[in-house]
Structures are given as C-alpha cells and as structure tokens.
C-alpha cells in the first residue's frame, strides 16, 4: 500500500482537512495516476455533508479527474506511463450484468463502484476520490484525454460534460430543436455548449437576469426570466426538451408546461428534498419526465472525443486545495462561474 496526501471530510458538520489515505500497489490490470487537476461538483457538497444519506466517514470526494500514468500493471495494454488520462464518476462495476455488457456501466445491476463514498467489487473496499495526489483504477474505467485543450478545463467534462451529453445524445437532440436549459451552472453552461454545438435551438431559463450576458457567451440563442409569469405563459408548449441542472428545490410542473406535445423533460440535479409532480401536466400533452445519470465508459470516451473535435470544455475557476471549504460555500451561493477545480500541484 502507499500512502498518499489528500484532503478529506470527517463528518458531516466538520471543514475537509488534510487526510493521508493508502492506495493498492498497482495489480496486473491496475492504471497509477498522478492527478494534476479535480474538478468540484456538486454531487461532492451533497455527500460531504450526508445530505442525500449514506455517506461514509472519512469521504475524500472528487471524481472530476484528470492526470498523469506513472505506473502500469503486467496486463495493462491501452496505457503507458505518461500518458494524460482522465478518471470519471465510477472507477468498476460487476461486468457481466445486462447494463454493463450494454455499455451502460452506471446502472449495474449489482451496484457501480464509484469514485468515492463507494465501495469496490470486493464488497469491502472503501473508494478515496480525487482531492488526492494519486488514485489507481483498473485499466477499463480510465479514458484517453487529448491534449489539444487545457487540461484544467478538461476536468469537469468528467462528470458535468458526460452528464449534459448522455441526454442529449439519448433523446437524440438534433439541429432544429429546442432545447430550454434550467439553471445556469456548472452542468447548465455545459449543456448550452454541448446541445448548441449540436445545432439546437437554446434557451436558457434563469431566475437572475444576471446570467443572460454569460449565456449568450456560451452560445445560447435566447434568454428567458423564470420569474415573470407573464413570460411563463407565454413560453407554454414550446420546447421539444427541457434540461433542468437545478440541484436546489424548485417546482418541476411550471416546466413541464413549457414543453410541446411529446416534450421531454430531463432531471439531471438531485435536490436534497423531492417535488410533487401534478400527473395532468404529463397527461395532458403526452410529456415525459425523465432522470438520467452520466454515460458509461464508452459513451464518456465519446463525449471526449467530441469535445475536443469540437474545442468544448468547462468554464472553470482554479484554485489550491487550501480553499476547498470556501469553494463550497461559493459554489453553494452560485458565485462561480463555472466550476471550480482544483490545482492538486498545491496539495504537495
């Protein structure tokens, strides 16, 4: 075992602190990685802090992961050392369920092993995510990361970029749609890039007439007040697909009413508390409200490859380990723009 730095939330109520955690000696089918840049999602806030229940302490989050190979096992065959590579939401899964011989490795059957709060295969094996200096993953859920773009923006595509993608890509966005994107955030300026660079038709619905610069920066083609009723009914039954990023408790039926028949609407934030959905707005337009997680590890490598095809990736903020606990706080009250990562240089 090896014992590496990280940074790691004791309990729920307590600041993430330096923490020293023991990664496996590379096995025969095993990628070492030294990471260079981790991304923040808010999926690491909500289990920091056990919002959604289940939280495993010590928790070293982070699953925004992109670095270097340093050392490869005997059977390793796509990656050498020095490769730049990237590590996702999930780092195995059983292989042989119905959803992993899919491709679709993020619902397995028998349970995902995702990056942290997690357990392995073996069924006992805590995962450590990537607010560390070094993680090792078997060599099938590591992805190829080009280096035609920088590569701490290239971070959040590991989850925010996927997340956005997978849907769009699932529904089978097209030129000529119209796609609204709720909430403007680390997700949402993905998914205006990414359903933009597809030819859509983007609108970005927002509570802050704040954001309509930023998303006309992004590539969004109109802009629209959430708060203004009149505005809301005006915009009724006009999306084909509404992705809502929101994470923070909101009403779902005043959305659901924007959507044209047979619309979509997909759930990509969790908050903390459910919403009650009214069956007459899905009823009455033969609309669909629909969940969707990230992609698997095909579909991911996909994303990538498009993404720098096509000069995609996250707007970020760089910061040092040292200022994690502020970047939650930050990015609890929406004050970045648009997502933070952090430089893991300073964490030696």
Same mark, same amino acid.
């Given at each position: 075992?090896?014992?590496?730095k990280?940074y790691a939330? *004791?309990?729920?109520?307590k600041?993430?602190?330096?923490f020293?955690?023991?990664?496996?000696?590379?096995?025969?089918?095993?990628?070492?990685?030294?990471i $260079?840049?981790?991304?923040?999602?808010?999926?690491?806030?909500? %289990?920091?802090r056990?919002?959604w229940?289940?939280?495993?302490?010590?928790? +070293?989050?982070?699953h925004?992961?992109?670095?270097?190979?340093?050392?490869?096992?005997?059977?390793? @065959?796509?990656?050498k050392?020095?490769?730049?590579?990237?590590?996702?939401?999930?780092?195995?899964?059983? &292989?042989?369920c119905?959803?992993?011989?899919e491709?679709?490795?993020?619902?397995?059957?028998?349970?995902? @092993?995702?990056?942290?709060?997690?357990?392995?295969?073996?069924?006992?094996?805590?995962?450590?995510?990537? #607010?560390?200096t070094? !993680?090792?993953? %078997?060599?099938?859920?590591?992805?190829? !990361?080009?280096?035609?773009l920088?590569?701490?923006?290239?971070?959040?595509l $590991?989850? =925010?970029? !996927? %997340?956005? #993608? @997978?849907? $769009? *890509?699932?529904?089978?966005?097209?030129? &000529?749609?119209?796609?609204? +994107?709720?909430?403007l955030? &680390?997700?949402?300026?993905?998914?205006?890039k990414?359903?933009?660079?597809?030819?859509?038709?983007v609108?970005?619905? @927002?509570?802050?007439?704040?954001?309509?610069?930023?998303?006309?920066k992004?590539?969004?083609h109109?802009?629209?007040l959430?708060?203004?009723?009149?505005?809301?009914? /005006?915009?009724?039954?006009?999306?084909?697909?509404?992705?809502?990023?929101?994470?923070?408790?909101?009403?779902?039926?005043q959305?659901?009413?924007?959507?044209?028949?047979?619309?979509?609407? +997909?759930?990509?934030?969790?908050?903390?508390?459910?919403?009650?959905?009214?069956a007459f707005?899905?009823?009455?337009? /033969?609309?669909?409200l629909v969940?969707?997680?990230?992609?698997?590890?095909?579909?991911?490598?996909?994303m990538?490859? #498009?993404?720098?095809?096509h000069?995609?990736?996250?707007?970020?903020?760089?910061?040092?380990?040292?200022q994690?606990n502020? =970047?939650?706080?930050?990015?609890l009250?929406?004050? +970045?723009?648009?997502?933070?990562v952090?430089?893991m240089?300073?964490?030696n």
């Amino acid at each position: 075992m090896n014992s590496v730095k990280s940074y790691a939330a *004791k309990s729920a109520e307590k600041p993430l602190e330096p923490f020293q955690i023991d990664r496996r000696e590379p096995l025969a089918d095993d990628v070492e990685i030294k990471i $260079l840049y981790c991304g923040v999602c808010h999926s690491d806030i909500h %289990t920091a802090r056990n919002e959604w229940a289940g939280t495993t302490y010590p928790i +070293v989050p982070g699953h925004e992961i992109v670095g270097k190979v340093t050392r490869v096992g005997s059977d390793v @065959s796509r990656f050498k050392v020095g490769d730049t590579v990237g590590v996702g939401c999930f780092v195995d899964s059983c &292989g042989h369920c119905g959803n992993c011989k899919e491709h679709n490795e993020q619902y397995c059957e028998n349970g995902v @092993s995702q990056t942290y709060n997690s357990l392995l295969q073996d069924k006992k094996t805590i995962t450590y995510g990537g #607010y560390s200096t070094h !993680i090792v993953v %078997t060599q099938k859920f590591v992805l190829n !990361i080009s280096d035609k773009l920088p590569l701490e923006k290239v971070a959040p595509l $590991l989850c =925010a970029g !996927i %997340t956005t #993608y @997978s849907p $769009l *890509k699932h529904w089978n966005v097209k030129a &000529g749609d119209k796609v609204a +994107v709720v909430g403007l955030g &680390g997700l949402g300026h993905m998914a205006v890039k990414i359903a933009a660079s597809m030819g859509a038709d983007v609108t970005v619905l @927002s509570r802050s007439k704040d954001k309509e610069k930023d998303a006309a920066k992004l590539g969004a083609h109109h802009f629209e007040l959430t708060t203004d009723p009149d505005n809301m009914k /005006r915009m009724g039954s006009s999306f084909n697909f509404i992705i809502d990023t929101v994470s923070a408790e909101h009403d779902y039926n005043q959305y659901l009413a924007l959507l044209k028949t047979n619309g979509v609407m +997909v759930l990509l934030g969790a908050p903390p508390k459910p919403s009650e959905v009214s069956a007459f707005q899905l009823i009455g337009g /033969r609309r669909s409200l629909v969940g969707s997680l990230v992609g698997g590890i095909k579909e991911t490598q996909e994303m990538l490859d #498009y993404c720098a095809e096509h000069n995609i990736t996250s707007d970020i903020e760089l910061i040092n380990i040292d200022q994690i606990n502020e =970047a939650y706080e930050r990015t609890l009250a929406g004050d +970045v723009h648009y997502r933070f990562v952090i430089d893991m240089a300073s964490l030696n």
